[in-house]
């Protein structure tokens, strides 16, 4: 499962031309590709193969996102919150996923402790994880935090920002942010009883820590089992050789 | 999808589906110019009821220098919503490549896409196989940032040759 | 030209010397400055005429675009001092070109055509004279006249290309093809063709060949074809080939027509006149009745066509129209299910085209059905271990939806294609398109408010999509929310501007439509034909726009294009986008004319109170904007404002009907082969009480489409009509010779057969008005507008509400009765809901949207 991130070379020559190709690594577009062919052993072939892609999350389809959440998950969040996860730096670890161009699921991320003086290493936090019902068990749950674990651990420089309507942007606003450290750590909250979400963590390395009591108050139970990844690179299968790919 | 070379009576139906799918809008003179100058490389899409539900409205850059090779650019291209998922951006993208080649000798064609335009970029890169070669800076109206992208021919005839 | 000037015209040294700086000054655009010496020569000569045009021509030149308050005395004053330059010197050619190039710029091309031949006549070898009388001659369609000054400047201009080559296009628009061609051989003889570019020679041999095939010289043009192939002149991509392919079989060279055709194919597989070449040029008619040993063929062929081209659906398509039976089952099964495995969103609208063969729509049907409880029970079409796509279910419910629904089906079952929706819905809630259907269906169903609810939701799902936001708008207006609409279309408009000055000026002609539509239903008729007109003055620009072109295409050589755009302006208000807007338009000017008191308007006094504020408030701004205009000179100049921003000057006309036969004029010429002009030239004619006119159209009518019913009904008016008027004997004459024709039985036979006959919607309606005009018995014309309730009768809310609108006028006291039962069988069409009941329906489609990307509040997270 490789993004489409490195730049092929040019083949060409700009010898005589104005302007010289730039580099496109921070340019990823708003899609990438996903191959699901390889993790879905022991189920059902689907047939014909459908194009799989994530997509950031933009103003555009922030209203799409919405939906998802609001049919797949039994919590509101707030404007805020959405604003809030299309933060550029969050670009590579927020997407949605498009099954053959519809949007099926989501995850919404943030981090924690990024600051040099915080006690706990640098964290991925997940905030919501949402697959329609009619997609689950086609391996897109997965391929999702697979793909949000493994932008943590390479962090790349965040796409421009984009410019807002009311034209108030000044350059500072517009300035694309310095690149992210490397995040080795995750952590999701499970509802208690949810045993499903409890062994898909657990499958990509995910364990128990402890649990918090009262972390939803509008639905019940109202505890949320703590669920931590201390070491993503390894969960990947990659901790000799950080750039190898899966 | 009928595809077929644009002609004067589907001016009217490309400047309807500009309106209708894309925020860069132009009037209809716009459309007459292109279709009297370069009248062999814009293309329409057409449903069986006649309407026009994809274009691509290009031109060559004028007045080339005796040392630059012919250019193409794209001026706009769009298919309408309901009439995705059938390859007709692609189709009609090489209709008139290949349109740019025969009568123009074009080297390749060039395009703008806004820089926030992430679902464009990607159709554009992905898709139809172009890439950024520059930045314009303040090139939209509203003053945000273009990037050139562009496409060679040569090299998609190479592609072909060794396929 | 003035070597001898006539005495009035001549001028002192010094003054004359002034005038030819003013002559330099007006062409460095030094207005300023220009205006100050013709000031000073007229000062001593003020009968000076060429210099009276002149401050003309440099004051007009010298106004804003657009015009501001502060210019327009100011223009007046330049249109003022170019006729009085006339009068002071008729025989000089610059008077004359000025009077022309104002009249140009105001686009009154025939005053213009009429100055410069003015002009022209004292100077005839003033090269620009000539060009921009070339010009406008041509845009008048004077093309004699057009072709005499071409030849006029060759002569003038023997050794440019254009010259020449300009002069074949005048002879092919002047309809001379083989003085065309001896033309071009005369220009190949005399010039070479060294100085053109590669794309221009290109550009001139493609037209020639043009020519050729008119002029049915196939065999010249071949061979020009081939020699401009081998020497690389022309590609033979594209309408080269196609122009060859065309020469072969009009030559009769079916086999290497056929080959020509192939070859097209190879370019672009995606092209249906290519497929329908091919396949008549294999001898198969396409429009004749096919016999099954042809069908067969052609299919035989079109399969092996989709075997070399994959990659295009057409002849997979194709195949679908010409197959029949079993043969179309298997082979529409293959095409929907492959669509279907795609997701496909424009399936339905694909398929849908064959629809108008009712066993191929019922054969359809089953087919979706069957796919749609396989794919329910087994989740898998196909017999081995594999799953299909989740996808794919979803898009068998959105075809069924739509078939179920389709206007063609006699019985439109709404529920069951809402409720396929609705499963849908909850499959996959995320997907804009089922919002979409589900708005359509609803539409359908004449439930337009919810429609409108349904596709806010697709809308706010990718708000940024312009396409969907369009949609929702257009929703709105259809529910009468207007400014709802507005406020959505704003999104996508210039922030500068109202979105409707904006929408207007990029001639968004859906829009004007819509929003005229909406604005004539909610009964503010000026507001709608303020939108009507807006339409056709977008045409009359589409129309202006050409007049650049025939000087530049000319000189770009793109004749081909050029001789299209010049036959495609002819008939540009054939165009829907003109033709449903005038017609709109012209019914309202009949009301107008009906009942002039439909223009009064009738404002409680709240409402007076709230329009006086309103006014005085745009007075003020006025005042305040000519005042500051006046102060701060060309700073704060506004733009002039818009005279009648509530169309109220358009809806209280003096003459409706020359208004309404104004738009007509076009249609009588354009789309003459359409019944609803002459339907509409009736209902004005009539009135204008024309009656030849009117029987004309009348007859019109007939030839077009005998049967139909607001033709039948117009028959018995025109009778009724006629028969009570005082006519001169010749017109009575006429009519009494020609009305048999149209009306073959006595007027109540034919009434009464109407009436019982009726069982479309459009025939009840009409039935019901003819009868009401024959005997004007009320209770037989509302017994037979309650048809429109009856079960066996498709439901028509279109012709229900026209009903509702016409007892309204002439039987007050039944509405209540009709609007009864149609509500009975439209339960839930808009029009019919009582508005206590509109009230607590929009609360729960407020909610509905509330809901529906989750309620807004803080999260439940600490």
Not at chain 2, 15 to 42: G, I, M, R, V
Not at chain 2, 79 to 92: I, Q, W
Not at chain 3, 727 to 736: D, G, Q, T
Request: glycine share 6%.
């Amino acid at each position: 499962m490789s993004k489409t991130a490195s730049t092929p070379t040019p083949t060409y020559s700009t010898a005589g031309t104005v302007s010289a190709p730039i580099d496109l690594s921070g340019l990823k577009g708003e899609h990438t590709k996903l191959d699901l062919s390889s993790s879905s052993k022991g189920k059902k072939v689907v047939k014909p193969n459908v194009k799989v892609t994530l997509t950031s999350l933009t103003v555009n389809n922030s209203g799409t996102l919405r939906r998802m959440n609001s049919v797949v998950i039994p919590i509101v969040y707030s404007d805020k919150f959405y604003k809030e996860v299309r933060d550029p730096l969050l670009d590579d670890v927020n997407k949605l996923i498009y099954y053959a161009d519809i949007p099926v699921g989501a995850i919404c991320c943030k981090f924690d402790n990024l600051s040099k003086g915080s006690k706990q290493p640098p964290t991925l936090v997940i905030l919501t994880l949402a697959i329609l019902a009619p997609y689950r068990s086609l391996n897109l749950g997965t391929s999702l935090l697979l793909s949000s674990l493994k932008a943590a651990l390479h962090p790349t420089t965040p796409p421009p920002p984009i410019p807002s309507d009311n034209k108030t942007n000044t350059r500072a606003s517009l300035t694309v942010a310095a690149p992210r450290v490397k995040v080795n750590r995750a952590l999701a909250h499970v509802q208690v009883g949810n045993e499903d979400a409890k062994r898909f963590y657990e499958r990509l390395g995910f364990k128990e820590v402890g649990i918090e009591e009262n972390y939803y108050s509008k639905v019940e139970p109202h505890g949320a089992i703590i669920m931590v990844c201390e070491d993503i690179a390894k969960s990947l299968g990659e901790s000799e050789q950080p750039n190898g790919s899966s | 999808m009928d595809i077929r070379q644009a002609t004067i009576d589907d001016l009217i139906g490309m400047q309807n589906a500009n309106l209708l799918n894309l925020p860069e809008n132009y009037t209809f003179k716009y459309y007459l110019y292109h279709a009297l100058t370069w009248p062999e490389l814009s293309y329409v899409a057409v449903d069986p009821r006649g309407r026009i539900v994809g274009y691509i409205l290009a031109k060559m850059e004028d007045e080339p220098s005796p040392n630059t090779e012919p250019s193409g650019h794209v001026t706009s291209i769009s298919v309408l919503r309901p009439y995705r998922r059938l390859g007709l951006a692609n189709k009609l993208m090489k209709q008139s490549q290949e349109a740019m080649v025969a009568h123009y000798k074009a080297s390749h064609i060039t395009l703008h896409v806004r820089k926030s335009n992430r679902a464009a970029i990607s159709l554009y890169r992905d898709t139809l196989g172009f890439e950024v070669h520059a930045m314009e800076k303040g090139y939209y109206a509203d003053g945000e940032d273009a990037y050139g992208m562009r496409y060679l021919f040569n090299k998609k005839s190479e592609v072909e040759s060794t396929a | 030209m003035a070597h001898s000037a006539p005495k009035h015209r001549q001028l002192p040294d010094k003054e004359s010397k002034l005038f030819r700086e003013l002559l330099t000054q007006y062409e460095l655009k030094q207005y300023k400055k220009g205006i100050k010496a013709a000031d000073t020569i007229l000062k001593k000569f003020p009968n000076h005429g060429e210099t009276l045009a002149l401050k003309a021509l440099t004051l007009h030149s010298s106004l804003p675009e657009p015009l501001t308050v502060s210019a327009v005395p100011k223009k007046e004053e330049a249109e003022n001092m170019a006729r009085l330059a006339i009068k002071k010197d008729i025989t000089s050619h610059i008077t004359w070109h000025v009077l022309g190039i104002l009249a140009k710029s105001r686009k009154d091309w025939d005053e213009a055509s009429r100055a410069f031949a003015m002009a022209r006549k004292q100077d005839p070898d003033n090269i620009p004279l000539i060009r921009d009388s070339i010009a406008l001659l041509t845009h008048t369609r004077q093309y004699p006249a057009a072709l005499a000054a071409r030849h006029h400047y060759l002569l003038l201009r023997p050794q440019i290309r254009s010259s020449w080559l300009a002069l074949v296009i005048a002879h092919q628009l002047n309809g001379d093809l083989d003085e065309a061609l001896k033309v071009f051989e005369d220009y190949q003889t005399t010039l070479k063709e060294e100085g053109a570019t590669g794309p221009e020679k290109s550009q001139i041999l493609l037209h020639i060949l043009r020519i050729y095939i008119e002029a049915g010289k196939d065999q010249e043009g071949l061979e020009k074809l081939r020699q401009g192939v081998r020497d690389g002149v022309i590609s033979p991509r594209g309408e080269c080939t196609l122009l060859k392919a065309q020469m072969l079989a009009n030559l009769g060279r079916q086999e290497d027509a056929l080959q020509t055709y192939q070859e097209l194919l190879e370019q672009n597989s995606d092209n249906l006149e290519y497929y329908k070449g091919y396949l008549q040029k294999k001898g198969i008619g396409l429009n004749a009745e096919l016999t099954d040993d042809s069908r067969s063929k052609i299919l035989d062929t079109l399969s092996s066509f989709a075997e070399i081209f994959p990659r295009s659906a057409a002849p997979r398509r194709l195949a679908l129209d010409y197959s029949t039976g079993d043969k179309f089952r298997e082979l529409a099964r293959a095409y929907i299910v492959k669509g279907l495995e795609r997701g496909v969103p424009s399936l339905f609208v694909d398929v849908k085209g064959v629809y108008t063969d009712a066993e191929k729509m019922k054969i359809v049907g089953e087919i979706v059905e069957e796919i749609v409880g396989k794919l329910e029970k087994d989740a898998s079409l196909s017999n081995d271990d594999s799953i299909s796509p989740p996808t794919m279910l979803l898009w068998a419910y959105y075809y069924l939806s739509l078939h179920l629904s389709y206007p063609l089906q006699t019985s439109p079952n709404y529920p069951r294609s809402l409720d396929l929706l609705n499963k849908a819905i909850e499959h996959t809630p995320t997907l804009p398109e089922l919002y979409m259907a589900k708005a359509m269906v609803l539409k359908r169903s004449g439930d337009l408010l919810n429609a409108a609810y349904e596709m806010e939701k697709a809308r706010l799902l990718d708000g940024q999509d312009r396409f969907l936001n369009g949609k929702s708008a257009k929703y709105w207006l259809r529910a009468g929310e207007i400014k709802k609409a507005e406020e959505l279309l704003a999104v996508f408009t210039k922030k500068d501007l109202s979105p409707v000055q904006d929408l207007t000026d990029l001639q968004c002609l859906w829009f004007l439509q819509e929003e005229g539509d909406a604005y004539r239903k909610e009964g503010n008729l000026a507001m709608a034909l303020k939108r009507y007109q807006a339409l056709a003055t977008v045409f009359q620009d589409y129309e202006d726009d050409q007049y650049d072109f025939h000087t530049y295409c000319m000189r770009r050589m793109t004749f081909g294009a050029y001789v299209s755009l010049m036959r495609y302006e002819d008939q540009l208000r054939s165009h829907p986008g003109y033709f449903n807007g005038a017609l709109a338009a012209i019914e309202i000017y009949t009301q107008v004319f009906d009942d002039p008191s439909i223009t009064e308007e009738n404002f409680s006094p709240e409402e007076e109170a709230e329009r006086k504020k309103q006014a005085k408030k745009a007075q003020k701004a006025e005042a305040k904007a000519k005042k500051a205009a006046a102060t701060s000179g060309e700073k704060n100049d506004p733009p002039v404002p818009d005279a009648d921003p509530t169309g109220i000057q358009l809806l209280k006309t003096e003459t409706p009907i020359d208004d309404a036969l104004k738009l007509w004029r076009p249609l009588e010429r354009l789309a003459a082969e359409r019944v609803e002009t002459w339907l509409s030239g009736y209902e004005i004619f009539i009135r204008k009480k024309i009656y030849l006119a009117a029987l004309k159209a009348l007859k019109s009518a007939q030839s077009i489409a005998p049967s139909d019913p607001q033709l039948q009904y117009q028959i018995l008016h025109f009778q009724k009509s006629t028969s009570s008027a005082e006519l001169p004997e010749s017109v009575k004459a006429v009519i009494n010779s020609e009305l048999p024709s149209l009306l073959t039985t006595t007027p109540e036979e034919l009434s009464q057969s109407l009436g019982g006959n009726a069982k479309s919607p459009e025939e009840i309606y009409y039935a019901a008005r003819g009868v009401f005009e024959v005997n004007g018995d009320k209770q037989q014309m509302k017994e037979t507008l309650l048809k429109l309730g009856d079960e066996g009768v498709t439901p028509n809310i279109k012709y229900m509400e026209k009903s509702v609108q016409l007892l309204k006028i002439i039987s007050p006291e039944d509405v209540e009765e009709v609007q009864k039962k149609y509500r009975a069988r439209c339960p839930s069409a808009w029009v019919f809901t009582p508005s206590t009941e509109k009230e607590t329906k929009r609360r729960d489609f407020e909610g509905g949207l509330e809901g529906f990307q989750g309620e807004r509040y803080e999260e439940g997270k600490k």
